[in-house]
């Protein structure tokens, strides 16, 4: 269609189009050049680029274009306040493995461990809603929200209604969503939350052509500030689908967490710096940063990752977790397509004698991410790990464990577009006694999940593989 209204029997118009295609190529090329570590995707834009004319460079302006440029924020909450209120700041007792797997969290994220946290797990929408509507109600001064989907059904029409009534009470509010999981052209939660006063955004969201790469970047993190004081994270969105009571056919299973303790302003951290990348207004007022006593035994750190100069840290995180693993390493995720660095460390924890065991739906939302997955499990049939697959309903958690001694918890997925393209925000909690409880979460997952056989998964009819395999090629742009 591009070439349609050009008359292709002139010189000119020839001329010209050579000559774009030249400059788009050469523009895609040096980008690349300049910008991409990985050879294989250096070597695969620029053959996009020279051999589809074109269209190869419109296809790396829009989805090859992973990195956003973040002003770097000093947050007035984190500057000297990570110790509780009273007293020194305990260490962390825990074996030599684990020590050093604190030691480069701490490279990693450039911050220690916060001490004195408590975590309570709320599984399912029908515990975490309550509680985090409990929490709105009960503010007495702020109330900050970010969520990837946030939906204008029963669910999301509550919080709506409690995040309105807040407002009316005088409390501080900011509510950022993202524009892709609202719905970007008429985002009714949105339209809703404005008409009822509250100060809410949307992330990256723009109109302009130019910008249109940014699209392919998402604001995973799904995040609730109360007071400054108390957090709520993991992997859950706001929405019917959360909740058995709500959506008994529909219901998706996923697990979030209420941290009360210094580790609430490593949550906070993260959320006022999106808000200031969003609107440009800093939260830097004492409402948003209070004194936090100690409320509890766990010692967490929380993990930043996105396409900006946080690109790599929760792979650097989750490979160091799986070179140090001595007995065991539990994965469970939605989505299980990790990249071969990931891969080949999982791998050489089995060779280790280190047990693996991965933890994934026995159907995805998305049909096409069945399939993907299946295409990628074929690559581990010479790796010792045991891959369970649960039944229905689908289960969104998002989960690791160490040695009984370290977890992972957070609104990552092991697949290409949490590690490279969105924004997302985990937390590692060191700690036996919670870890404990993590993997008796696991361990009753695992009860009712069947092994997969991975022999039997690689004897597939060929239409069938070729199939899986084209659909692990999209997933990172999906």
């Known amino acids: 269609m591009f070439f349609s209204s ?9 001329l010209l189009v050579v000559l774009l295609y030249v400059l ?13 570590s990985d050879v294989r995707a250096a070597l695969g834009w620029i053959g996009a680029a020279w051999m589809s004319p074109i269209l190869g460079s419109l296809l790396y302006y829009m989805f090859g274009i992973n990195r956003v440029t973040r002003r770097s924020l000093r947050l007035p909450g984190l500057d000297g306040q990570m110790m509780p209120a009273s007293g020194p700041q305990p260490t962390l007792d825990a074996p030599h493995n684990i020590l050093t797997l604190s030691k480069i969290g701490e ?7 916060a001490a004195g946290n408590g975590l309570t797990i709320l599984q399912g929408g029908d515990a975490a809603y309550p509680a985090m509507l409990a929490a709105i109600e009960g503010a007495k001064r702020s109330i900050a929200l970010t969520s ?16 309105i009534a807040a407002r009316k009470r005088g409390i501080e509010i900011r509510v950022l969503l993202d524009s892709v999981g609202i719905g970007y052209v008429f985002p009714l939660i ?9 100060p809410t955004a949307r992330f990256l969201h723009t109109w302009l052509p130019w910008r249109m790469p940014f699209l392919n970047m998402r604001n995973h993190r799904k995040l609730l500030l109360i007071d400054g004081a108390t957090a709520f994270m993991g992997g859950m969105n706001i929405g019917a689908e959360n909740s058995r009571r709500l959506a008994p056919k529909k219901y998706i299973e996923d697990i ?35 004194v936090i006593e100690p409320a509890g035994p766990v010692f967490a750190r929380g993990l930043r990752s996105g396409p900006d100069t946080d690109l790599y840290k929760l792979e650097t995180i989750l490979g160091a977790a799986l070179t140090l693993a001595k007995r065991r390493v539990r994965i469970v995720t ?5 990249d071969q660095r990931l891969q080949f460390a999982i791998a050489q924890a089995c060779l280790r004698g280190v047990e693996v065991d991965i933890v994934i739906p026995d159907h995805c939302d998305y049909a096409f991410l069945d399939w993907a997955m299946r295409a990628h499990l074929r690559f581990f049939k010479g790796i010792s790990a045991r891959i369970y697959a649960t039944p229905m309903p689908f289960d ?22 949490s590690f490279r393209l969105n924004f997302e925000f985990d937390m590692e909690c060191y700690e036996t006694a919670f870890t404990k409880r993590i993997d008796d979460i696991i361990d009753a997952k695992i009860a009712r999940a069947q092994k997969i056989d991975l022999g039997k998964l690689c004897a597939s009819p060929v239409p069938v593989r070729l199939r899986d395999a084209a659909a692990r090629l999209l997933t990172p742009y999906l």
């Open 6 to 14: 050009i008359d292709l029997s002139s010189t000119l118009a020839e």
């Open 24 to 36: 788009l190529a050469s523009i895609v090329t040096i980008d690349v050049l300049l910008k991409k």
């Open 107 to 113: 490279k990693v994220a450039a911050r220690p461990l």
């Open 148 to 163: 990837y989907i946030f939906r204008n059904d029963a669910a999301g029409r509550t919080f709506c209604d409690a995040l």
């Open 190 to 198: 949105l339209r809703r939350l404005k008409a009822g006063g509250v």
């Open 256 to 290: 979030h967490f209420r941290i009360e303790g210094p580790a609430a302003r490593l949550v906070m951290d993260a959320f006022a710096r999106d808000w200031t990348f969003t609107t440009g207004e800093s939260l830097d007022s004492e409402c948003w940063w209070p």
């Open 334 to 338: 939605p989505y299980f397509l990790p």
């Open 396 to 417: 969104h958690s998002k989960l690791v464990t160490l040695d009984n001694e370290w977890c992972l918890i957070g609104s990552s997925n092991w697949d290409t577009r």
